[in-house]
């Protein structure tokens, strides 16, 4: 079964400082990778997406990510976080579970400091 | 609509009563899925629905946990006599079409006491 790994529980940043978050996958196939954000008490909403094409995926609010196919990664990435930025971060993937449902990392909780 | 509805917010359930939650995803998507969220983090896959038709009920628990999507109507998640365990967030996404983007609902809170 396919698994994600993200390997930061809990990320403190003081505005304007960079994020990077780390996710690596493990499917070995063709891959459809997603980045998630969680609001306190919100519902999960889409960041940004990468099915094929240009592995340097721009989403909304300034995130980034790069699929790095040889490491299996998807790190997500913003120049100067904001306090508004504070959330949960999930990343997903829908390859290789044969009905298409999306297998979650852990999150990764990010908190920046005024 | 242009939303994934779920209703309601919260339910709260004394253990062994019954729980329904409903989802009406966006209007033309083919698939729903049902997610649990334990724990604050951790997504569990529960079941997805091709228009009415079961998808994929792997994740579900055989005895107590049901599920439907009816033509016409808002898809529903029963729980049977339900747990204290069976606390958790419940969350419906809906996409158009296998292995595209999907749209997440505000999910249901649901307290087992």
């Known amino acids: 079964a396919q698994s994600v790994s993200q390997h930061n529980h809990h990320v403190i940043l003081s505005e304007a400082a960079s994020l990077e978050l780390g996710c690596n996958y493990s499917y070995g196939g063709t891959v459809n990778l997603f980045w998630y954000v969680q609001y306190p008490g919100q519902h999960l909403q889409l960041l940004l997406k990468y099915f094929s094409g240009d592995p340097l995926v721009k989403g909304i609010k300034g995130f980034e990510a790069e699929f790095i196919k040889s490491k299996f990664s998807f790190n997500l990435r913003k120049p100067s976080v904001q306090w508004s930025d504070t959330a949960e971060y999930f990343c997903a993937t829908n390859s290789g579970a044969g009905s298409y449902q999306l297998t979650f990392g852990k999150g990764t909780k990010l908190s920046v400091i005024p | 609509g242009e939303e994934v509805a779920q209703t309601p917010k919260h339910l709260v359930r004394g253990e062994g009563q019954k729980a329904k939650l409903y989802c009406a995803p966006i209007?033309?998507?083919?698939?729903v899925f049902w997610y649990q969220q334990v724990l604050k983090n951790e997504f569990k896959f529960l079941i997805s629905f091709q228009n009415e038709n079961v998808f994929d009920e792997t994740g579900m628990p055989k005895e107590r946990f049901s599920a439907k999507c009816l033509p016409n109507s808002p898809c529903s998640l029963e729980i049977q006599a339900t747990k204290l365990e069976d606390s958790a967030v419940y969350f419906c996404a809906s996409s158009q079409a296998p292995g595209t983007e999907a749209f997440f609902g505000q999910g249901t809170r649901l307290t087992v006491v």
């Open positions: 209007k033309g998507h083919s698939y």
